[in-house]
């Protein structure tokens, strides 16, 4: 009797094939997960830029939730178009700004922190951040958030302004004035 030898040569060939295309159709549904995030994306811009924001956090919440990518910037190719899928912080910080143009300022914030907890390095989440305090009377919240941003890059005039403005709101004149003049 032959031996069980290509009985197992099948069953390794197989499982190498049936590996393979797990393989393929995981970059195939990457792919599509990327364009579909790029569509709601586009979509939430075009709500926020008509002046629908409800629509627009709905979009961009859509976007976060089937978002393959944590916070890196990765392509996915498909027939040869590669899509790059934008990175969860970029949504964030983008919702974060459509809740701050509505005036939802915890939206805002929470936003901002969740951009920041993925990419702690991100200067304007941090500035921006300060700015949704100042205008919620977090002042002093506002500064530290201010003071991170200008720890990251000290030369941004944007910071240094809106610090200004929270040591302004709490009377603190001379250190404001040292502020906008930097």
Avoid: C
């Amino acid at each position: 009797a032959a031996p069980a030898k290509p009985r197992r040569d099948t069953t390794a060939r197989i499982a190498e094939a049936v590996e393979a295309q797990t393989g393929k159709l995981r970059t195939m549904i990457g792919a599509l997960a990327g364009l579909i995030v790029a569509q709601f994306i586009s979509l939430a811009v075009l709500w926020r830029e008509r002046g629908d924001p409800d629509r627009a956090i709905a979009d961009f919440t859509t976007a976060i939730a089937i978002n393959p990518l944590p916070h890196s910037d990765e392509a996915y190719s498909g027939r040869g178009n590669a899509v790059v899928a934008k990175p969860k912080v970029n949504i964030y910080e983008n919702r974060a700004l459509t809740y701050l143009e509505k005036s939802d300022l915890d939206g805002a914030i929470a936003d901002f922190d969740r951009a920041i907890a993925l990419q702690p390095s991100l200067v304007t989440a941090h500035n921006n951040r300060g700015l949704s305090l100042r205008q919620d009377g977090r002042l002093e919240e506002a500064i530290a958030s201010h003071d991170r941003a200008l720890a990251i890059q000290p030369n941004n005039a944007e910071a240094w302004n809106d610090r200004g403005q929270a040591l302004k709101g709490l009377r603190r004149f001379a250190e404001a004035l040292t502020s906008f003049d930097k």
